[in-house]
Antibody
Framework: QVQLVQSGADVKKPGASVKVSCKAS????????IYWVRQAPGQRLEWMGY????????RYSQKFQGRVTITRDTSASTVYMELTSLTSEDTSVYYC???????????WGQGTLVTVSS | YDLTQPPSVSVFPGQTATITCSGR??????ICWYQQRPGQSPTLVIY???KRPSGIPERFSGSNSGNTATLTITGTQIVDEADYHC??????????FGGGTKLTVL
């Protein structure tokens, strides 16, 4: 069965960086894109970017351009999302999700809580 | 690009719940709907305006016309109580979510 398993919760100080992993299994890794979506407490879901796991192409939301980097390791079927220059406003649950074309994000990871606090 | 949803919708069990999502020329875009129960990850319930992924009950349906997309739950059950998020694919911002609607089954 399709699974996306994310790394565990993390606490960071303002100005630091965080790297969250998303390990995929149960499907052909390179046939889908992996998206990153975050949700701050009480806020709407917010798209950050995605990577085409087949050809390594990436696209980032303008809001996070320059601060977020999404990479893949095909040998490990794992995607990574790194966010730099953290502030308290980056405190959120970060999700990875699988998608292909306009078919929607059909499988989601369990979420990773990142807390930014001094 | 902005998507607007009502903050909350209430319905009695067995009734039909209607959740709207508004945006400029929304029918030019594909819409998805996600269900999110408290403390859980979102689940895709509708994609490409009106298609149901396998495993999603038939009581969930979607439509998209003009500036409004609609998620309809026919014969709402208590287990359907959750937050529902619409999502559009947009040429400029690429992927955008609505603010979410809390569905309460009374």
């Amino acid at each position: 069965q399709v699974q996306l398993v994310q790394s565990g919760a993390d606490v960071k100080k303002p100005g630091a960086s965080v790297k969250v992993s998303c390990k995929a299994s149960g499907y052909i890794f390179t046939s889908y894109a992996i998206y990153w979506v975050r949700q701050a407490p009480g806020q709407r879901l917010e798209w950050m970017g995605y990577i085409n796991a087949g050809n390594d192409n990436t696209r980032y939301s303008q809001k996070f351009q320059g601060r977020v980097t999404i990479t893949r390791d095909t040998s490990a079927s794992t995607v990574y999302m790194e966010l730099t220059s953290l502030t308290s406003e980056d405190t959120s649950v970060y999700y990875c999700a699988r998608g292909r074309g306009f078919e929607g994000l059909d499988y989601w990871g369990q979420g990773t809580l990142v807390t930014v606090s001094s | 690009y902005d998507l607007t949803q009502p903050p909350s919708v209430s319905v009695f069990p067995g009734q039909t719940a209607t959740i709207t999502c508004s945006g400029r020329k929304l029918d030019d875009k594909y819409i998805c709907w996600y269900q999110q129960r408290p403390g859980q990850s979102p689940t895709l319930v509708i994609y490409q305006d009106n298609k149901r992924p396998s495993g999603i009950p038939e009581r969930f349906s979607g439509s998209n016309s003009g500036n409004t997309a609609t998620l309809t739950i026919t014969g709402t059950q208590i287990v359907d109580e959750a937050d529902y998020h619409c999502q559009a694919w947009d040429g400029t911002t690429f992927l955008v979510f609505g603010g979410g609607t809390k569905l309460t089954v009374l």
